[in-house]
């Protein structure tokens, strides 16, 4: 068994995880408030083929098969003026709260909202915006603009009308998945609290960036392609080789 198959099969396996991982930074780059997922590379200690029964290969030299680990990058996106006044930008720690049509919270950087007909907030998908006791935000019908102020404070014709939610977890990174619409708790009993005001403020009129660098993504892409490409090479004079060898010492005199 040549070992070195095996780890160019298993680099080549690895690089595909990780250009589709680019791919999906790179598609959702002009997102407010996505945050993108960073890759990172380990080696399997010597000759373990597979992960779930971790059998090991037999009388051969040991070998380091990669395994691509990924975390989403938490780092705040660039904050960007949009002059609309249903726009809110969070500078600081934490995250908008919303509720999925389940009743489920999901947690988002991405402060688009918009009033429908009842005059709750909600995002272009129709979920509501929590206040910091959980519940939905409602506002007066048709009673006027609304005005946010830096503690998340939402203010009509003057008068309070609710309070925006920022909530933090204690490590995100443990606490938190990545869904199609930004973040939910991993597990049930992970609860989140009320961001203290030092820790945030709301800005009206802006919204946060998706902290993808699209450049930065370009080069991984091509550094990706020629990782795949010199592989590729190793395994074809791998196969040339071995070709040769059987050729050479199966000929009989």
Request: hydrophobic share 35%; charged share 20%; no cysteine.
């Amino acid at each position: 068994m040549n070992l070195s198959l095996y780890e160019n099969a298993s680099a080549l396996r690895g690089l595909e995880q990780y250009q589709n991982v680019i791919a999906n930074n790179i598609a959702a780059s002009h997102v407010a408030g996505f945050k993108k997922v960073a890759v990172s590379f380990e080696a399997v200690e010597g000759g373990e083929i597979a992960r779930s029964t971790h059998d090991k290969l037999k009388n051969e030299m040991p070998g380091s098969f990669p395994v691509m680990k990924n975390q989403v990058d938490y780092h705040e996106g660039e904050l960007r003026e949009t002059n609309n006044p249903m726009d809110l930008a969070l500078r600081g720690e934490g995250f908008f709260a919303l509720l999925n049509e389940n009743g489920d919270s999901v947690y988002t950087r991405d402060g688009q909202f918009y009033v429908n007909a009842d005059g709750e907030l909600v995002n272009s998908m129709g979920h509501q915006f929590a206040d910091v006791g959980g519940a939905p935000i409602q506002t007066v019908p048709g009673g006027g603009d609304l005005t946010v102020d830096k503690e998340g404070q939402i203010f009509q014709n003057g008068e309070n009308v609710g309070q925006v939610g920022v909530f933090v977890f204690e490590n995100p990174l443990l606490d938190l998945q990545k869904v199609g619409g930004g973040f939910v708790a991993k597990e049930a009993d992970v609860e989140p609290q009320p961001a203290e005001q030092q820790q945030f403020t709301i800005m009206q009129g802006y919204l946060e960036n998706s902290n993808v660098s699209a450049i930065e993504e370009m080069i991984g892409l091509i550094e990706v392609s020629r990782a795949h490409e010199a592989n590729q090479k190793m395994i074809q004079t791998f196969d040339q080789n071995i070709g040769k060898a059987i050729g050479t010492l199966g000929q009989t005199q």
